[in-house]
């Protein structure tokens, strides 16, 4: 309603500037001392006039000729008060809008969170440490603007939404190409909706889901989530271990964070590229390379066929490393650089 009343007004104003037009044309072109004779004069008068340029070309000679120029000259303020507010609102609109991330990324193979918390911050900051670039989805504008001080804006994009339900503007996100999308609600039934949601509209879409109830990961795997955790089945291990053998439950926990200093170990995953020099080699062979030239573990392989993934833990050493495969170790910042270089990738999928 308010545009059209807004389009009412600019066209009113133009069928009274078209009536100035018209009139000062009449009044001026009989003048002996006219020099406003056509309606292209009346225009170009009222232009120079209206812009504060006032060449001096052209001028009213008659009484109401002049009267006109007098509307033009006071329609001039106004007119220069409207085109800087304008452009003021317009550029502000950009800058908001470009905030809210309403003109999306070109991000891939990156990390898609929906939902915005405490725990949602730690992962991004543990996701940013291993080198991954994320984009957040959050219904909270105070979460997105938080999210634009708080970190690096070329490798986390923020994103608005009303709700969660809205998801073609999730393509905003690129969500399409990402590598996964970790859904982050504080309701599994709202989890569930989402995911649903998002499944029919980009069928392709990875998922990673963190449950309050672990009876429903049943559900969840039959919706196409390929990885589901409940919180209270890890909670409940972890307290269980620090109950009767602390020192392993300390190991996990250590492992379980990202290794930030050459005494802090982790357990990571890289992929076998073309020209990886472990390429055809078998594990046993791989093992001993690393352990003796890096310094780290080599604790796990992962064969991919048909886009499932079968997990291999503390393989025989007569399986052989392909093409694509994707090897696990255990080790620190230090050693973790080394693997990179020889790897030429990034850790993760």
Request: glycine share 8%; net charge neutral.
């Amino acid at each position: 309603m308010k545009r059209y009343h807004r389009w009412m007004w600019v066209v009113g104003l133009i069928v009274l500037y078209l009536h100035l037009f018209w009139v000062l044309v009449e009044v001026e072109r009989s003048h002996e001392r006219a020099s406003i004779k056509t309606l292209g004069d009346a225009v170009w008068y009222a232009l120079v006039t209206l812009t504060t340029v006032g060449y001096g070309d052209l001028y009213p000679v008659t009484t109401i000729g002049r009267l006109i120029g007098v509307v033009f000259l006071f329609s001039s303020i106004g007119l220069l008060g409207v085109m800087v507010g304008a452009i003021a609102t317009g550029i502000k609109t950009v800058q908001e809008r470009r905030l809210l991330g309403y003109y999306g990324t070109s991000m891939e193979q990156h990390i898609v969170i929906i939902g915005w918390d405490n725990f949602a911050k730690t992962v991004l900051d543990c996701l940013l440490s291993a080198g991954r670039r994320v984009a957040v989805i959050s219904h909270n504008k105070d979460d997105v603007e938080a999210i634009h001080q708080d970190f690096p804006s070329n490798r986390v994009f923020a994103l608005h939404t009303t709700g969660y339900d809205m998801v073609k503007h999730f393509s905003k996100a690129h969500i399409e190409a990402s590598a996964l999308v970790y859904v982050n609600l504080p309701s599994d039934t709202d989890t569930l909706i989402v995911v649903l949601n998002i499944k029919r509209e980009f069928p392709n879409v990875e998922f990673l889901v963190v449950l309050k109830e672990s009876r429903l990961k049943d559900t969840f795997y039959g919706a196409g989530v390929r990885y589901v955790l409940s919180t209270n089945d890890i909670a409940a291990k972890l307290v269980a271990s620090y109950i009767f053998e602390p020192d392993v439950a300390n190991f996990n926990n250590d492992l379980l964070s990202h290794a930030l200093t050459s005494n802090d170990y982790d357990v990571q995953e890289y992929k076998v590229l073309e020209g990886n020099p472990f390429a055809g080699l078998p594990f046993g062979e791989v093992f001993r390379r690393v352990r003796t030239h890096y310094g780290c573990l080599a604790i796990g392989i992962v064969k991919v066929h048909d886009g499932q993934r079968v997990l291999i833990k503390l393989p025989d050493d007569g399986i052989i490393v392909e093409r694509d495969n994707y090897l696990i170790f255990i080790l620190n910042k230090d050693q973790a650089a080394k693997i990179r270089h020889v790897f030429h990738v990034n850790e993760g999928v």
